[in-house]
């Protein structure tokens, strides 16, 4: 009896060890976000129209983050793929990022520091609204 409790404690550690190694990570820096997108990764940014407008990271989606519940069934196709989130400074973005969670993504992350970081970082930015 104590071999099948190790045994089934073991497995438990393992599969333990291999969610962790493939969850998404939970913040990105914003260095990291092209080399993502480049991977499959979409980036959605959370601000509002005029905010996306006045500057956002390029192959961004604006889906501001009080239509994001709304507007899950056009995420469906990525519920088990990297999602990465961005707003101004995070915190709308760290919202989004526990909605989705909440909804079932599996790899959304929050992109550090948003747009402010980005802009520091030197990181190009778009300007105007995304053409539809």
């Not at 990271?57 to 519920?79: D, V």
């Amino acid at each position: 009896m104590k071999s099948k409790s190790r045994s089934i404690f073991f497995a438990s550690a393992l599969l333990s060890i291999v969610m962790a190694v493939h969850a998404a990570p939970e913040t990105v820096a914003v260095a990291q976000v092209p080399t993502m997108q480049s991977q499959g990764t979409l980036l959605i940014d959370v601000r509002e129209p005029d905010e996306y407008a006045q500057g956002h990271a390029p192959n961004s989606t604006l889906i501001p983050l009080g239509q994001l519940e709304q507007r899950l069934s056009e995420l469906a196709s990525y519920k088990n793929k990297p999602v990465a989130l961005i707003c101004h400074s995070g915190a709308r973005s760290g919202k989004a990022q526990k909605l989705l969670q909440q909804a079932g993504f599996t790899a959304a992350s929050n992109v550090e520091g948003g747009m402010v970081a980005w802009q520091k970082a030197g990181l190009p930015v778009v300007t105007g609204m995304a053409s539809k």
